[in-house]
C-alpha cells in the first residue's frame, strides 16, 4: 500500500469516528413542549358546556406541568369563524387541536387536510380523517334519568325543554326523555322552545319563562348557561343544570345534572400525541364509563332519590336501555329496531324523529 492510498484511508476512518462521534453527542431533537390548543364556542365562564372542557384542559396542566403548553379561543363562532380559530392554532404551532362543538365539523376536516402533522379531536362531529378523531358522551342517557325524575316531580303533568339546535344529539336527549317519562305517567306533555343558539343566556332565560307561562313546572335545556335554572329558582319550580352542576345558581330549584366528563379522555389523548402512537378513532361512552356523570339528587323526595339512583346504575350495568324496543315514531309507525332488542348507535347518533306522545314537529321537516 502506497503512502498515499494508505493517508487516504486514515482521514476516511477518522473523518467516519468523528461523524459517529457527533451523532452520538448530539441529543435527539424533540420538541420542549407539547402545544396543545382549544376552540369553545361559548366563553369559559358559562359553567356549563366550554367550563367543562376547560377544566379538562387545566387538568391536561396539572398532569403533565410543563410537558405541555395549553392555548384556548373561547366564543368562536361556528362557521368561518371557526374554521379561522382552528387554523390559527395549527399555524401557531400547535401539534394536538380540541375542536368542542359540532357545528366546526366541515372546518376541522378542512383545515385538517392542510395540517397533516396535526392531529385534531373533535366533540360531537361525525367526519373523520387519519388526523381526525371524533369523542361524545351518551347525554341521552342522563336525559333517561332526568325524565324518570321529572314525571315523578310534576305536579302539572307538563314538562318544558330550551333546545339549542335540532340536530341529533339534541333530538335523542328529548326522545330519551320523554321515553323514560311516559313510563311514569302515560300522558305526560313536553313543551318545546327552540332558542337556535348553543349559549345565549338571554334567549334562554327568555324561552324558560316562556315554558313556565304555558304551564311547564320542570325544565331541562340543551343549552350551555344556568340561565333556565335561575328563571327556574326565581319563579318556585324544579329544573336540570346541564353540562355541570348548576345548584349554586337553583339551590331550590335543581334536581340533579349531566356533569360532562371530559378530563380522563383528554389526558389519555395527550399521553397518545406524547407516546407516539395516537391514532384516529371514534369514543363514544356514557355513564359506564363516567364521561358522563349525574350530579347528586336534591330537592325530591327520598323514594325519587332512589328510583333515580337505581335507573341510573341500571342505565350503567346494562340492564335498562334508554331505546328499548319497542318505540314508535309520531305517527304511531314502529320504528325500524336495528340494535336487536333497542335501537342500535348509529340510529341514536342520526336520530331525527320525534317518538309518539310529543306534540311538536321538529323545524325544519
Known amino acids: 500500500m502506497n503512502k498515499a492510498i494508505m493517508a487516504a484511508l486514515v482521514l476516511t476512518a477518522s473523518c467516519a469516528g468523528l461523524s459517529v462521534a457527533s451523532a452520538q453527542d448530539k441529543p435527539e431533537s424533540k420538541p420542549d413542549?407539547?402545544?396543545?390548543?382549544?376552540?369553545?364556542?361559548?366563553?369559559?365562564?358559562?359553567?356549563?358546556?366550554?367550563?367543562?372542557?376547560?377544566?379538562?384542559?387545566?387538568?391536561?396542566?396539572?398532569?403533565?406541568?410543563?410537558?405541555?403548553?395549553?392555548?384556548?379561543?373561547?366564543?368562536?363562532?361556528e362557521g368561518p369563524d371557526g374554521e379561522r380559530s382552528i387554523e390559527q392554532l395549527a399555524r401557531a404551532g400547535n401539534k394536538l387541536i380540541f375542536v368542542t362543538s359540532f357545528g366546526y365539523m366541515d372546518s376541522v376536516i378542512k383545515v385538517a387536510k392542510k395540517y397533516p402533522d396535526v392531529k385534531f379531536e373533535h366533540?360531537?362531529?361525525?367526519?373523520?380523517?387519519?388526523?381526525?378523531?371524533?369523542?361524545?358522551?351518551?347525554?341521552?342517557?342522563?336525559?333517561?334519568?332526568?325524565?324518570?325524575?321529572?314525571?315523578?316531580?310534576?305536579?302539572?303533568?307538563?314538562?318544558?325543554?330550551?333546545?339549542?339546535?335540532?340536530?341529533?344529539?339534541?333530538?335523542?336527549?328529548?326522545?330519551?326523555?320523554?321515553?323514560?317519562?311516559?313510563?311514569?305517567?302515560?300522558?305526560?306533555?313536553?313543551?318545546?322552545?327552540?332558542?337556535?343558539s348553543w349559549f345565549n343566556p338571554g334567549k334562554e332565560?327568555?324561552?324558560?319563562?316562556?315554558?313556565?307561562?304555558?304551564?311547564?313546572?320542570?325544565?331541562?335545556?340543551?343549552?350551555?348557561?344556568?340561565?333556565?335554572?335561575?328563571?327556574?329558582?326565581?319563579?318556585?319550580?324544579?329544573?336540570?343544570?346541564?353540562?355541570?352542576d348548576m345548584i349554586k345558581f337553583g339551590p331550590k330549584a335543581q334536581l340533579?345534572?349531566?356533569?360532562?366528563?371530559?378530563?380522563?379522555?383528554?389526558?389519555?389523548?395527550?399521553?397518545?400525541?406524547?407516546?407516539?402512537?395516537?391514532?384516529?378513532?371514534?369514543?363514544?361512552?356514557?355513564l359506564k364509563d363516567k364521561m358522563i356523570q349525574m350530579a347528586p339528587y336534591t330537592n325530591m323526595p327520598d323514594d325519587v332519590k332512589k328510583l333515580a339512583a337505581d335507573t341510573e346504575a341500571g342505565i350503567a350495568a346494562g340492564t335498562i336501555k334508554p331505546f328499548?324496543?319497542?318505540?314508535l315514531d309520531q305517527e304511531g309507525k314502529e320504528v325500524e329496531c336495528k340494535g336487536g332488542d333497542q335501537l342500535d348507535d348509529g340510529q341514536i347518533r342520526g336520530m331525527n324523529f320525534y317518538v309518539k306522545g310529543i306534540d311538536d314537529k321538529i323545524p325544519g321537516k
Open 256 to 286: 340533579t345534572a349531566i356533569i360532562n366528563n371530559w378530563t380522563p379522555y383528554y389526558v389519555s389523548r395527550v399521553k397518545a400525541v406524547m407516546d407516539g402512537n395516537w391514532a384516529s378513532q371514534d369514543v363514544w361512552e356514557g
Open 33 to 77: 413542549k407539547l402545544k396543545v390548543g382549544f376552540v369553545y364556542v361559548g366563553p369559559v365562564g358559562d359553567f356549563g358546556w366550554s367550563y367543562q372542557h376547560d377544566q379538562a384542559r387545566q387538568a391536561i396542566v396539572k398532569e403533565f406541568g410543563d410537558k405541555v403548553e395549553t392555548t384556548y379561543l373561547e366564543k368562536v363562532s
Open 123 to 196: 366533540a360531537t362531529g361525525y367526519k373523520r380523517e387519519p388526523n381526525v378523531s371524533t369523542y361524545a358522551g351518551r347525554f341521552y342517557e342522563g336525559r333517561t334519568i332526568q325524565g324518570t325524575i321529572a314525571a315523578k316531580i310534576s305536579k302539572k303533568g307538563v314538562l318544558g325543554y330550551i333546545g339549542s339546535f335540532p340536530v341529533p344529539e339534541v333530538i335523542s336527549g328529548i326522545n330519551a326523555t320523554i321515553l323514560a317519562a311516559q313510563k311514569i305517567n302515560p300522558n305526560i306533555k313536553v313543551k318545546i322552545v327552540w332558542v337556535n
Open 205 to 244: 332565560a327568555d324561552a324558560a319563562k316562556a315554558l313556565i307561562d304555558q304551564g311547564a313546572d320542570v325544565i331541562m335545556q340543551h343549552t350551555d348557561s344556568a340561565a333556565a335554572v335561575q328563571i327556574a329558582n326565581e319563579r318556585g319550580i324544579h329544573a336540570f343544570g346541564q353540562d355541570s
Open 324 to 327: 328499548a324496543c319497542p318505540i
